[in-house]
């Protein structure tokens, strides 16, 4: 079964900064990786996914993430962040099931602070 | 709906009382899960439904845990008899079919606090 690793639970940092978000999962042939943020009493919210292609994926709100598959590394970065950037992100891997289906694995969860 | 909708968004239950929480999926999607959340820790999975296919019941914790889809859309979560540790936010999810890199929609979960 896969599994994600994000070491670090909590990431404070100041506004305009560049940020980076650790993301590691466990080796398999094929993976699908996702970034999904969850701000204050919402729900989760897709930030950018990687299936194939370009190791270089961009996302919503100015962020990116590169696949590397030697690390088996998906680090979320963003060159700039904004206060409204707080937030909690979890990285999350597909696994497939003995039933077929594949359903989303997703790490702890990093918190994001994003002080003036 | 537009999202995934969910109720209650908050219940608090005395221990070992039964809780049903409802899950309003976006329209046409096939596929729905719930997922739960704890203080802490990540998103577990509990249970996926996918049409008429018989469920995925592998992330359900215990027995007191069950879950049923009606009609192809709306999904009830039943816990009976709550326990402390059950206190957690269960996030139900939905798309349109689950085909590989599919994104999921979450909804804004139900609180459960168990006393």
């Known amino acids: 079964a896969q599994s994600v690793t994000q070491l670090d639970s909590q990431v404070p940092v100041f506004e305009e900064a560049p940020v980076e978000l650790r993301c590691n999962y466990s080796?398999?042939?094929?993976?699908?990786l996702f970034w999904y943020v969850q701000y204050p009493n919402q729900g989760l919210q897709l930030l950018l996914k990687?299936?194939?292609?370009?190791?270089l994926v961009k996302g919503i709100n100015g962020f990116e993430a590169e696949f590397n598959k030697s690390q088996t590394s998906f680090h979320l970065r963003k060159p700039s962040v904004h206060i409204s950037d707080t937030a909690e992100y979890f990285c999350?891997?597909?696994?497939?099931?003995?039933?077929?289906?594949?359903?989303?694995?997703f790490g702890t969860g990093t918190r994001l602070l994003v002080s003036p | 709906g537009a999202g995934v909708s969910q109720s209650p968004s908050n219940k608090v239950t005395e221990k070992g009382k039964d809780v049903e929480l409802r899950c309003d999926p976006i329209?046409?999607?096939?596929?729905l899960y719930w997922y739960r959340q704890s203080l802490g820790q990540g998103l577990e999975f509990l249970i996926y439904?996918?049409?008429?296919?018989?469920?995925?019941k592998s992330g359900l914790p215990s027995d007191r845990f069950s879950a049923e889809r009606t009609g192809g859309s709306v999904s009830t979560l039943t816990i009976q008899r709550t326990q402390q540790e059950d206190s957690a936010v269960y996030l139900c999810?939905?798309?349109?079919?689950?085909?590989?890199?599919?994104?999921?929609?979450f909804g804004e979960g139900s609180w459960l606090t168990v006393v």
């Open positions: 999810a939905s798309s349109p079919l689950w085909a590989s890199g599919n994104t999921i929609y």
């Open positions: 990687y299936l194939s292609g370009s190791t």
């Open positions: 329209s046409g999607h096939t596929a």
């Open positions: 999350a891997v597909s696994d497939l099931m003995n039933t077929g289906f594949q359903k989303l694995v």
């Open positions: 080796s398999s042939v094929s993976v699908y």
């Open positions: 439904f996918q049409g008429n296919s018989a469920p995925d």
